[in-house]
Every structure is written in structure tokens, then in C-alpha cells.
């Protein structure tokens, strides 16, 4: 080949560098480079570190030295090889019941036998790539865990702090403890006293000082101000020892049972994975929360971070130092001081290194009362108040209680064997539970069905829908997901039984899918033997109609049981009820039954009325089409009428909508549609035309987002002519100047205030914003789509939640649930200083004819928050407090 020939494709990906001629060649390339912010991070979480890894070491045992091995390893391998860069990995406490136990027991060579073996395994499951497995653990046992082992170890170092030696188990400690007390060593007891008044004090430090002083850790201070005052006031305590380094222990050969060091080398094992992955997932909600970090950290890679857990585990146990997992304390201090990258986690192992080489002798000034201290504080904190609300809100108290129990009276990998015992129970529990009942209302029988339908509620099922007499109508409510075949026979037989003696069914619920196997159509044959709960169950016979919708207000279309002819209603339904107990004026009739208008008198409560239950599903979009003909009573221009009781075969656009079989989501409005003209239209056709013919006069301007689950008129219980809606993508309001040729929200803006003269303007936003997560998930190098660039609005309201010098935004009563709720209700406190800047809401402001409000809406609790009055004048107006229902100041 020619020496001429490139070697290197044409389509490489690779970028030709072209240099200039008669130019200098250019300058080389850092190869390795530390950013400031890495530096500082990296001191931070050395000076916690430093107290803690030597703490940990005395709690557990071992030699002093392990505890800085273990740090500096983990912060080098584990920072260097793992697939959380800025997740911290040392000593943990975590692990501090378990090491303790396994060198009584086998001694401290062994451990770190153990301790290798254990970095080994994990070293496998990283490259089995089974991370994502590991967590399979319900969080009530992992928080179980470690708050027995939080009990642990805040009892064992409680012995220290009061003067005394902590024995080999719990129960002993417990019993010793008396005695202990009546043997007291004041020295100690002031040390220890000393330490812990820093430790809760420092963080509270009020005032501008205060915040300076409060970036030097607390650990820190306590343990330099216990030391300090032990060596000027000249205490007799036990101080840290420090052997050379020559006389180090290393890991030597296990020895022991096999059984018994297969079952430590497991302990360890799935208490460093799992408190590491779990830390690693802690770290990534850390990052999404400070703008742009995650475009360059990126997420954790969870089988890359077990490979190099492993790795630290494996080094550290073989140069004789403590278990190695990832940290939260030093993690999340890393995380807030500012850091970039995995240098800043590297660098604090290389600053353990530093100090364990040439600190020892300012090391072994400190007492070891201080650093007890300091661990039971940690143990104490490790029994989390925040854990316990999680676990009693989802109902996993036992789970809970019974592991926590289980690690302090039997020992770790006890209380996980039994936390996970009684998780599965639980959850088999919930599984089989089924809950029916059968009332009378009114002649009706209900039969309440709540839970998984199985073979092992046939027998109550079964009782429960023969307690209805013949020839009676029977309404079934299934609340559940699933049904399987024995349940479905059942209810199937009962049917067609009861209808064939004269009675009717109605079955209600949730709802998966449109096919029904009417009783006597031979489709009974062609049933799933597992199905989902109402997906193929009749809501009446093959030879009776439909009885009509019965279904609550505001169900969405998906979740209707009324399908059927979408002709008048029969007799009966809800609607036509409602219109038999009206005059024939009230009911929207003139006197020849052809619809009328509604009086003055009745106009509010037809509105309530079309918002608050008489239409089967929200309202949709009309169909319109341009016609020549001009208003008529009750018909607005170029609207083509869909009729009250639509014929039997529907003709034109309804016909191509409402094909049998074809186009579901347009037969589903076509559906909406008909149900709105047959049961709403007459209620509020007087109130629409007097408004078609006094024109608009809404009174407020409602911005909220896109999102379907948000019905405004459903949320402010108002109607027709009430709010000036406008909807967008994360309800964002760009600020003047920055539309870039999208000027809606603007046009809207200025057309409410300037022209409809509203009086407020309310800025809502809700819980699971999808535009909200993809701002927090957005990267630099994401294609620019129309929706990235219509987001690059809500960036600033990113900027605003990483900003330390603002007030957060938080919910009255407690704070952010996650990231993306913080993001959320920060975005709604933004948006509304984006239409301060509007020039016509600054008018109207100035001359106090418009008032701002700021909402938020969280959809799984359908609980509303309105954003407080600024009641202290410092700017403080960022919470967001409870509506409740007998609420009126709103």
C-alpha cells in the first residue's frame, strides 16, 4: 500500500485535527486535571471522614488502622472503578454490628479473610450483571436493617461514653447497663457530653456567621473541641493508639467451620451491596437536583459500582482494613460541597493516606469517649423518624419492626432472613385478601367486591350474590385487577341465572377493554383463565338493553361500564331521573316538550350541575363544521348540532366516528359527545346562550399545564364563562422577549388582562409533571426538538431550586417529596415572577387591579395547595398550604 493513502476511513467518527502551517505546534494535553470545586469537595469529606473511620474501627474492635485502610482504599478503588463517581465508599457503620460479631468470633486475620472473600463475590455478581436484582429488597427491611443495627451500636458505645468496656451482645449490654451507671466516669461522661452538645449545636448556628462557621462539619468540631478540652483541662482518658505500621495485621488464612464462614462472606456481602447500590441510587436524586450536574457526572452505573465495591472490598481486606460500602453522610456532603467529579471521592483517599503517614501523632490526642460519642450519635440517627412515616404509610410496619428486632436480639443476617419472611407473608396476605359485602339500598342490592378475585373468595362471593332475591336488579362493583377463572365461572353462572328468573345485572369497576361475552352468546367458552376484572364480563343480557350509564362523575371514558346503543337513554338513568323531579321550565322544556331555555333562577345551578354529575364523562372538544346558517336559540354559528337523542343510526361525520369495531378513541368522543347532548346540554343550554349572547366575561386567567389528568373546571368546581384557560407544557409563561416566535402564552396574557379585564391570574402546577422530570433529565447533548426548545423555559426555574441563597419552595407541613416535586412546586414560584415582568400584569398590578395566585394540584391525593400570602415582607411567600374542604378563605 502507498504510504499516500489514508489508512483511516472516510467515515470515521473520528475528528481530523488540522494544524495551521508556519504556526507553533500546539500545546500538549492535560492529561489528568482536578477541578477547584473537586479540591474543596474533597477536604470536606476528608475532615468527616478522618473522626468517623476511627470511630467506626473502635466500635467494631478492630485495630484503628483498619478504619483509615478502609477509607483511603474505598475512596482510591471504589472512587475510581465504581459507577457512582461521586458516591463516597470507607468504613460504614452499617456494617459496624456485623465486622464487630465476625471478630469475636473467628478473630481479626480471619475478618479480613472474610472481608476478601466477600470483595470476590462481589466482584462475580458485578459481572453477572445482576445489581438491578440486589434491589428486590423491600426498603422496610433494608431500613429495618439498619436501624437494628442502629440500636446496636448507639447501645455498645453508650457503655464508652459512660466510662466502661460494651460486651459481646445486645442483651448483655442491656443488662449491664445498670451497673454501669452506678459506676460513672466523669471524665468520660463530660468528653462524651461535650461532643454530643457540638454535634447538635454546630448545625443550628445562627445568623450570617453561623452559616460560615456551619460549612466546617460537625463531626469535625466535636471531635477537635472534645480533644481539645481533654488535653488543656488535663483528662486521664484512654486515647487513641496507633501502632506502627510495620506491626500492621494483614489478612491472613481463614479459619473456622465452613458453614460459618460461608455464611459471614454472605453477610457481608449482601449488607456492602445493598447498602451501596441503594446509596448509589440516593447520590443520582442528589445530582438531578443541582442544575447541570447531571450532564456531566451522568447516571450510576449499578453493575460498574458492584465491580468496584468489590475491588475496594478485596484490597482492603487483604491490606487488613474494615469492610468497605458506599456512605451516605460522606456521600451527600461530597455531593453538596460542589464536587464535578470521581476526582474529588479519589482525593479524599489520598488525604486519609496523608494523614494516617503523618498525623499520627496528632491523632492520638483524641479520647475515645469523643469518638464513642460520635457513633452513637450515628447509630442513633440510623433509626430514621423519616423511614418509620414511609414504612406506616404504605403499611409495612411488621415488615419493619420484626427485621428491626430480628438484627438487634438474633443479628443481621437473622433479621433479613426474617424481615423477608414476613415481607412475602404480607404481600401473599394483601394478594389473597379479598373484602366482600352486600347491602340494600332503595330495593338495589350492592355486592362490593375490593381486592384480586380468586378461587379463594368463590365460596364468600358465591353467598354474598345469592343474599339477592329473584327477580331483583343487582349492581357488583369490582375494585380489583384481577379475576381468575374460578371467579369468573362463578359470576358468569350467576348472571344468566339471576336475569333468566327476571332479574338484572349491572357490573361496575375498573375496566380494561371493550369486548363483553354477553350471557347465552356462546362467548362463555372463550374466556381467559385469567382475565382482568370487568375486560370480559356482560353489563347486562343478550336480550335486554343496556340499563343506562350509572357510572360516578368524571369517570373517564376508559373506565365506563355503559356500553351499549348510544341512542336515548331508557327510562331510569340518572338523567332522565333527575329531569322526571323538574317542572318542564326547570328541566330546560317549553311547554310543548321541545327544548326551551333555563330561567335566571336556575341558570347557577345548571352550571354546578354540568360540572359536578350529570354528564357521564368530561366534557370533549365539539365537532364543528362551517355552515351558512346563522345563531339559533341555544346553537352558536358554524356548528353543526349533534342531536339530544341521537338516532339509532347515526349519519355523516357521527357515523365514520362511531364505527362499530374501528377508530375506539372516536367512537369514545362520539360517545362523550351524545352523552353530553342527552343529559347535560338541556340542563345548560339558557345559561350558554345567554353567554353567547353577553359574550365572555371570565374573571380569572388559569395557566396551568397540558397534563390530561388536570380538568380545571373539575378542581375550581366552576363552569361556563368562570375561567380564561390556558394550557402548555409544564405551564410555563415565557418571559417578554424570549418567545422566539412563539407568542400564545404572551398573546393570552395580554388578551385576559387588556381586554377581558380579569381580575387574577392563578399559575398551577401538579404532582408528576412529565415536563418537569424532563427538565431534570435533560442533557447538553440532546437533539434541540420543538419540545427541547419550548423546555429551555423552565431552566431558569432549575436555576432557581439549586440556588442556597433563595427560599425553597415546600408544600405546608412537610417538605419535597423528591427531586421532581421540588422542581414542581419552584417552577409555579417562577413562572409567576415571569408574568410580573409582562408590562400589562405590571400595570394592572401597580394599580391594584389584578391579583396573582400560585397552585399546586397533587393528582394522586386530589389535594389542592394555594402558594401564601408574603406575610413577613422579606420575600418569605414560598409555601404552598393545605385547601381543605371546608376551606373559604380561597
Known amino acids: ?206 445568623g450570617r456567621l453561623g452559616g460560615l462557621l456551619r460549612k466546617v462539619p460537625a463531626a469535625l468540631v466535636a471531635v477537635t473541641g472534645a480533644t481539645a478540652t481533654a488535653v488543656f483541662a488535663g483528662l486521664a482518658q484512654p486515647r487513641v493508639e496507633l501502632p506502627s505500621w510495620s506491626s500492621h495485621a494483614l489478612a491472613g488464612l481463614p479459619e473456622g467451620p465452613v458453614l460459618g464462614l460461608v455464611a459471614a462472606v454472605l453477610t457481608i456481602t449482601l449488607v456492602c451491596s445493598v447498602q451501596s447500590l441503594l446509596g448509589a441510587i440516593a447520590v443520582d436524586k442528589l445530582i438531578a437536583a443541582r442544575p447541570g450536574l447531571p450532564a456531566l457526572v451522568g447516571r450510576s452505573d449499578l453493575d460498574r459500582e458492584l465491580l468496584g465495591q468489590g475491588a475496594a472490598n478485596l484490597v482492603s481486606g487483604a491490606l487488613g482494613g474494615l469492610p468497605v460500602a458506599g456512605v451516605a453522610v460522606r456521600s451527600s456532603a461530597n455531593v453538596h460541597a460542589g464536587a464535578v467529579s470521581r476526582n474529588s471521592t479519589m482525593l479524599h483517599g489520598v488525604l486519609v493516606v496523608v494523614a494516617a503517614l503523618l498525623m499520627v501523632q496528632i491523632l492520638e490526642l483524641i479520647p475515645l469517649a469523643a469518638l464513642a460519642a460520635l457513633v452513637m450519635a450515628v447509630g442513633i440517627q440510623m433509626v430514621s423518624l423519616h423511614h418509620i412515616r414511609t414504612v406506616t404509610r404504605h403499611r409495612e410496619v411488621p415488615v419493619y419492626a420484626i427485621t428491626t428486632l430480628g438484627v438487634v436480639f438474633l443479628g443481621v443476617l437473622q433479621g433479613v432472613a426474617l424481615g423477608v419472611a414476613v415481607a412475602v407473608a404480607v404481600s401473599m396476605h394483601r394478594l389473597a385478601r379479598t373484602r366482600i359485602t352486600h347491602d340494600e339500598k332503595e330495593g338495589v342490592h350492592h355486592v362490593q367486591v375490593r381486592g384480586q378475585l380468586t378461587f379463594l373468595a368463590v365460596p364468600r362471593l358465591s353467598r354474598a350474590l345469592h343474599h339477592a332475591p329473584q327477580g331483583t336488579h343487582v349492581v357488583v362493583e369490582l375494585d380489583g385487577s384481577f379475576m381468575d377463572h374460578a371467579a369468573y365461572e362463578t359470576l358468569q353462572d350467576w348472571q344468566r341465572t339471576h336475569t333468566a328468573q327476571g332479574g338484572s345485572v349491572e357490573l361496575t369497576g375498573r375496566r380494561s377493554g371493550a369486548g363483553t361475552a354477553p350471557s347465552g352468546s356462546g362467548a362463555e367458552g372463550d374466556h381467559p383463565a385469567a382475565s382482568p376484572v370487568g375486560a370480559a364480563v356482560s353489563a347486562g343480557t343478550s336480550d335486554s338493553p343496556l340499563t343506562g350509564c350509572r357510572c360516578r362523575p368524571w369517570t373517564p371514558w376508559r373506565n365506563h361500564q355503559c356500553d351499549g346503543p348510544m341512542g336515548a337513554p331508557p327510562h331510569g338513568t340518572r ?213 427541547r426548545r419550548w423546555l429551555r423555559h423552565g431552566l431558569p426555574s432549575l436555576e432557581r431550586m439549586a440556588d442556597a441563597g433563595r427560599p425553597r419552595a415546600r408544600l405546608a407541613g412537610r417538605t419535597a417529596a423528591d427531586a421532581a416535586e421540588q422542581l414542581c412546586l419552584t417552577n409555579v414560584v417562577e413562572q409567576l415572577d415571569h408574568l410580573r415582568a409582562h408590562e400589562s400584569v405590571a400595570r394592572s398590578l401597580r394599580a391594584g387591579e389584578l391579583e396573582l395566585h400560585g397552585m399546586y394540584f397533587h393528582v394522586g391525593e386530589a389535594q389542592a395547595y394555594l402558594l401564601g400570602e408574603d406575610r413577613t415582607g422579606e420575600g418569605e411567600r414560598e409555601v404552598f398550604d393545605h385547601v381543605g374542604a371546608a376551606d373559604l378563605s380561597a
Open 1 to 206: 500500500m502507498s504510504a499516500c493513502v489514508p489508512t483511516r476511513t472516510p467515515d470515521s467518527p473520528q475528528t481530523e485535527r488540522v494544524h495551521p502551517p508556519h504556526s507553533p505546534p500546539p500545546a500538549p494535553r492535560r492529561r489528568f486535571h482536578v477541578a477547584g470545586a473537586d479540591v474543596s469537595a474533597a477536604i470536606a469529606v476528608f475532615l468527616i471522614a478522618l473522626p468517623l473511620s476511627l470511630g467506626i474501627a473502635l466500635a467494631t474492635g478492630a485495630p484503628l488502622q483498619a478504619g483509615l485502610v478502609a477509607a483511603a482504599v474505598g475512596g482510591l478503588l471504589a472512587g475510581r472503578f465504581g459507577g457512582s463517581p461521586l458516591q463516597v465508599s470507607g468504613p460504614a457503620a452499617g456494617l459496624t454490628v456485623v465486622t464487630a460479631d465476625l471478630i469475636h468470633r473467628y478473630g481479626w486475620r480471619t475478618t479480613c479473610a472474610i472481608t476478601v472473600l466477600a470483595g470476590l463475590a462481589q466482584l462475580g455478581l458485578g459481572c453477572l450483571r445482576v445489581a438491578r436484582s440486589a434491589l428486590a429488597v423491600s426498603p422496610a427491611i433494608v431500613h429495618g436493617m439498619l436501624a437494628g443495627i442502629g440500636v446496636t451500636i448507639a447501645v455498645a458505645q453508650l457503655h464508652i461514653v459512660l466510662g466502661g468496656s460494651p460486651q459481646s451482645s445486645v442483651l448483655e449490654n442491656l443488662s449491664s447497663l445498670p451497673a454501669q451507671l452506678l459506676d460513672l466516669d466523669p471524665a468520660a461522661v463530660a468528653v462524651s457530653v461535650l461532643t454530643l452538645a457540638l454535634l447538635m449545636l454546630w448545625p443550628r448556628l445562627p
Open 575 to 787: 338523567a332522565t331521573q333527575h329531569r322526571e323531579g323538574l317542572s318542564k321550565e326547570q328541566a330546560g322544556e317549553g311547554p310543548d316538550g321541545r327544548p326551551g331555555t333555563l330561567p335566571v333562577e336556575f341558570a347557577k345551578s345548571a352550571r354546578s350541575a354540568a360540572t359536578n354529575g350529570l354528564a357521564e364523562s368530561a366534557t370533549p372538544p365539539a365537532l364543528t363544521e362551517p355552515t351558512g346558517r346563522t345563531e339559533q336559540a341555544g346553537q352558536t354559528p358554524h356548528t353543526r348540532r349533534v342531536e339530544q337523542a341521537g338516532p339509532a343510526e347515526p349519519t355523516g361525520h357521527a357515523r365514520s366516528l362511531g364505527a362499530t369495531g374501528s377508530r375506539p378513541s372516536a367512537r369514545q368522543l362520539l360517545r362523550g359527545i351524545s352523552a353530553f347532548q342527552r343529559n347535560t346540554a338541556p340542563l345548560v343550554r339558557g345559561e350558554l346562550a345567554r353567554l353567547a349572547r353577553e359574550g365572555q366575561q371570565p374573571s380569572q386567567l388559569f395557566l396551568t399545564c397540558a397534563d390530561s389528568r388536570l380538568v380545571t373546571s373539575m378542581i375550581t368546581s366552576s363552569g361556563p364563562g368562570d375561567l380564561f384557560v390556558v394550557r402548555n407544557v409544564g405551564n410555563l409563561v415565557p418571559p417578554p422577549g424570549e418567545e422566539s416566535g412563539d407568542d400564545s402564552v404572551a398573546a393570552a396574557i395580554e388578551y385576559a388582562v387588556d381586554v377581558l379585564k380579569v381580575r387574577s391570574i392563578t399559575v398551577c402546577g401538579h404532582s408528576g409533571c412529565g415536563a418537569m422530570q424532563a427538565l431534570l433529565n435533560a442533557e447538553p447533548g440532546d437533539v434541540q426538538t420543538p419540545l
